[in-house]
């Protein structure tokens, strides 16, 4: 079975840093892009930013300067880096990781279980 375990959530006050983390596991045989999506209250859940297994990254806009995603292929974990939070960054933060496991030929997304981000004074 394979499983994608986040960590790294919590309250920080405005301008304050948060780093999560997201652990790949089970079987698995390879790995392709990873990041990160959130979803706020009452909104749609949205891309917040990718890292392919390469290292090429897509950030959106209103993070663009503020988090950086990497990755450790070795372990299979991506991690968010989120600096100068704001209180519209506040929602539940899911990883991702387009992965192959062993026993199937083709990827599929998988999704962790989430994570509250919440930025408030």
């Known amino acids: 079975q394979v499983q994608l375990v986040e960590s790294g959530g919590g309250l920080v006050q405005p301008g304050g840093s948060l780093r999560l983390s997201c652990a790949a596991s089970?079987?698995?045989?390879?790995?392709?892009?990873m990041g990160w999506y959130r979803q706020a209250p009452g909104k749609q859940r949205e891309l917040v930013v990718g890292i392919t297994s390469g290292g090429s990254t897509n950030y959106v806009a209103p993070v663009q300067g503020r988090f950086t995603i990497s990755r450790d292929n070795a372990k299979n974990t991506v991690y968010l880096q989120m600096n100068s939070l704001k209180p519209e960054d506040t929602a539940v933060y899911y990883c991702y990781a387009d992965l192959r496991p062993r026993d199937r030929i083709s990827f599929s997304r998988y999704w962790g279980q989430g994570t509250q981000v919440t930025v408030s004074s």
């Open positions: 089970g079987s698995i045989f390879s790995i392709n892009a």
